[in-house]
């Protein structure tokens, strides 16, 4: 029966429901009907049907990508051939890794690779479901208790990705233009994303500057819901907000605050992140984070109330219309989390080589720009110098990246490292003597 719903009403209603264009003048609308006449062909939803389905002229992404290609922004992703490590092979050559979030090298530690291996072995490959069906596992369960144990607050709920995360909770915090949104310039595009997925007003404040921020709050302070938003480590320069000055702000106001911090855990707050960096638990309203990065794994999560997760999942589309994790990798970011708390020599790890980088790099005479944590920018200018500085480093062994305009403004293009609790004394004075040769080699010292 509810596949025969599926076929007829209930697909209308349920694209009315998801606020859909409806998929009239295309006979694919019938695309579960089961009187289509069986062709040679499948249609762009994969069923075979009406040839007037054939996919459509396509040369505009052929142009799109020539255009992205002649300025040089088109993504062209190496080749790993090893694990994410602090050494890696690299479309066949031995690199030294300094591009990836991997930031205590927990992906290929013992405990999180077994506890894969041993929940893959008793629940198998996949889940099944979506959590809201049938399939949330005691494994997930389990995860979010030890998350949320980890970061001092009441309960966490995990999601597919840090992206899915923002992009299907953000837009659940607020009903329309009574409402408004107000966001760091310089936040993640995920960020991004989810704002604009909602009917609030928004407001966009100049990067940590938390005076501008309160004149926002001010002219908006008659608003039904105000929320705040803001990355914790922002990507780009390795700076972090000022989250005690923006909650205080916050308080004052009535605002709520979500704070991005998929790049703070691991890192700030011995491990636990920018929220207990700060010491804010219990004031900040809704905390993003990432199992993708420090903690080697995959996934995003959510952590605060109890009441916000429930919130999220009666709420939230991107959690509730997503696959589950797979058992391993429920196990895993259990595992990845009590090693942080167990072993907190991988957080010391990353500082020790973090303060000994980029107080070599400086002494060289490089620009690190404004980063305090291990995300470690060489600034560069011009878009041009940052691609040749990058180009310089790989063909020494180095992986690096250049970020140019139009991620960053025309003048701001950097070479950013990131540092890793697995890199040893020698792999980062092997980096350094590369740099050195290599800006050099360019005349950027």
């Known amino acids: ?71 040089g922004l088109n993504w062209d992703p190496p080749v790993l051939e090893s694990a994410n490590s602090p050494r890696v092979i690299i479309d066949g050559k031995d690199t030294i890794m300094l591009s990836a979030n991997n930031y205590l090298n927990l992906s290929t530690h013992p405990r999180v690779v077994e506890a894969t291996i041993a929940a893959t072995r008793k629940y198998g490959a996949g889940s099944g479901s979506v959590r809201a069906i049938a399939g949330t596992m005691d494994l997930h369960l389990e995860a979010e208790r030890v998350a949320a144990d980890f970061k001092g607050v009441e309960a966490a709920l995990i999601y597919s990705a840090g992206y899915t995360a923002n992009v299907g909770l953000i837009p659940t915090l607020v009903n329309g233009k009574q409402d408004v949104i107000i966001s760091d310039e310089l936040n993640h595009g995920s960020i991004i994303d989810g704002v604009r997925l909602t009917k609030a007003q928004r407001a966009v404040y100049p990067h940590n500057d938390v005076g501008a921020l309160e004149e926002v709050l001010k002219q908006n302070q008659d608003a039904d819901r105000k929320l705040i938003i ?57 905390e993003v984070g990432s199992y993708s990065k420090a ?78 944590t291990p995300i470690i920018p060489v600034m560069c200018g011009e878009s041009t110098t940052a691609k040749r500085l990058s180009m310089a480093m790989r063909d020494s062994g180095v992986m690096v990246g250049a970020i140019v305009f139009p991620m960053v403004a025309r003048d701001k293009a950097r070479v950013r490292t990131q540092m890793s609790a697995g890199l040893t004394r020698d792999d980062l004075d092997e980096v350094l003597r590369a740099f050195e040769k290599a800006g050099k080699s360019i005349g950027l010292i």
């Open 230 to 286: 803001t990355d914790g480590v922002f990507s780009m320069d390795g700076d972090i907000a000022p989250l005690d000055e923006i909650v205080d702000v916050a308080e004052e106001y009535d605002a709520m605050v979500f704070v991005d911090d998929c790049h703070g855990e691991g890192v700030l707050g011995e491990g636990r992140g920018i929220v207990a960096h700060f010491g804010l638990q219990g004031r900040v309203d809704f």
């Open 295 to 372: 903690m080697g794994v995959q996934g995003g999560i959510v952590a605060g109330t109890e009441q916000m997760r429930l919130h999220a999942l009666n709420h939230s589309r991107s959690w509730l219309l997503s696959g589950s994790q797979p058992p391993g990798v429920a196990a895993a970011q259990k595992a990845a989390v009590e090693v942080i708390m167990d072993e907190p020599e991988h957080v010391q790890k990353l500082w020790e080589n973090t303060n000994y980088f980029r107080s070599e790099l400086e002494s060289l005479g490089f620009d690190t720009g404004v980063s305090t």
């Open 1 to 71: 029966m509810f596949d025969n719903y599926i076929q007829g009403e209930g697909l209308r209603h349920l694209e009315q429901f998801l606020e859909l264009p409806p998929l009239a003048g295309c006979p694919c609308h019938l695309r579960y009907a089961p009187s289509f006449e069986r062709s040679d062909e499948r249609n762009h939803h994969g069923r075979y049907e009406h040839p007037s389905c054939m996919a459509k002229e396509l040369g505009w992404m052929r142009e799109r990508f020539e255009e992205l290609s002649k300025s």
